[in-house]
């Protein structure tokens, strides 16, 4: 049984983390694919909407896989270190809206791997945390940067520095995640956001979301810049054209990613 599968439901593309036996861990080999799996995204038209989830009910993901690390010694251990991050960032970078379906807990690398996605929807029950501090390390695949930019710098210095775990509501009190619902709810919940994303402009979303994303470190001025660049590549698209020519026409657009 292949560790990752990929499916096409309608013009979302469902990649399950599939080790359910380990909670989901992310393993080199499990990396690497994850690396494939994001550049083969970027080139196809027929995939408008990236859904992440884990196999069984147990976890999301459990993180990097710790027993795969134990018999490698600290010198080799950074092309593991690479693979990880390397997974999450590329998978951060697409320009694709992308979904977290958090059938269960994340941990370390598995929060990571969510908190890259632009969505986070978990289920009852499950817990989040950075727990690499009480593994003798620190979160080393975007936690320490990307977390404080989610809830801010003092919750995410208590939850990073603490190694402590929340729980899925708590993670919706703070922000971190969207929405939270019952297991059994989970794939309805994830369709309806799809169908409300199948309502915006495939263009107009990644253009906001890249806005959004490179400028928010920068000064309002300079982020104010960023936007005009992006908006510049909705302004000449037809699907422009198509939702202004819908909305006078009173009908739903239909989009085309162009
Ligand atoms: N890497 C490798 N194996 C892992 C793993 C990880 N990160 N997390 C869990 N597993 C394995 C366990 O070793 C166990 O294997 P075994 O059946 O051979 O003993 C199996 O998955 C089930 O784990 P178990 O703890 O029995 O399941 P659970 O459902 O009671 O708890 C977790 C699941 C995820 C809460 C718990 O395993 C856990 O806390 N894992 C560590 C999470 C973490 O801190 N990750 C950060 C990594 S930087």
């Known amino acids: 049984m292949s560790e990752i599968l990929v499916e096409l439901h309608g013009h979302a593309l469902w990649v399950t983390l599939n080790r359910p036996e380990v909670r989901n861990a992310l393993s080199r080999s499990v990396n690497l694919r994850l690396q494939e799996i994001a550049l083969e995204i970027e080139n196809r038209d027929d995939v408008r909407v990236v ?9 999301f993901c459990a993180g990097a ?23 999450i960032n590329d998978l951060g970078a697409l320009r694709k809206p992308t979904i977290a379906a958090m059938n269960g807990s994340a941990y370390g690398g598995g929060l990571e791997l969510a908190m890259a ?3 986070r929807i978990t289920v009852e029950g499950a817990e989040v945390g950075l ?9 080393g695949a975007g936690g320490t940067q990307r977390l404080p930019r989610l809830i801010g710098e003092a919750r995410a210095k208590e939850m990073i ?8 509501a708590r993670a919706l009190e703070i922000g971190l995640v969207h929405q939270v619902v019952p297991r059994a709810s989970l794939k309805a919940a994830v369709q309806a956001w799809i169908a409300e994303l199948d309502l915006c402009a495939p263009l107009g979303v990644s253009a906001a979301k890249s806005a959004i994303e490179r400028g928010h470190a920068t000064s309002l001025d300079a ?5 005009r660049e992006c908006y510049e590549t909705t302004l000449f698209s037809e699907d422009r054209d198509e939702g202004l020519a819908a909305f006078a026409e009173g009908r739903p657009p239909k989009y085309q990613g162009r």
Request: aromatic residues 4%.
């Open 51 to 59: 859904v992440i989830t884990g196999a069984g009910d147990k976890a």
């Open 65 to 87: 896989d710790l027993k795969e690390r134990r018999g490698i010694d600290a010198a080799d251990a950074r092309p593991f270190i690479n693979a990880i991050s390397g997974a």
């Open 117 to 119: 996605c632009d969505f």
């Open 131 to 139: 727990t690499e501090t009480r593994l003798g390390i620190m979160p």
């Open 161 to 168: 520095m603490l190694g402590r775990r929340v729980t899925a």
């Open 223 to 227: 982020g104010l810049d960023i936007e």
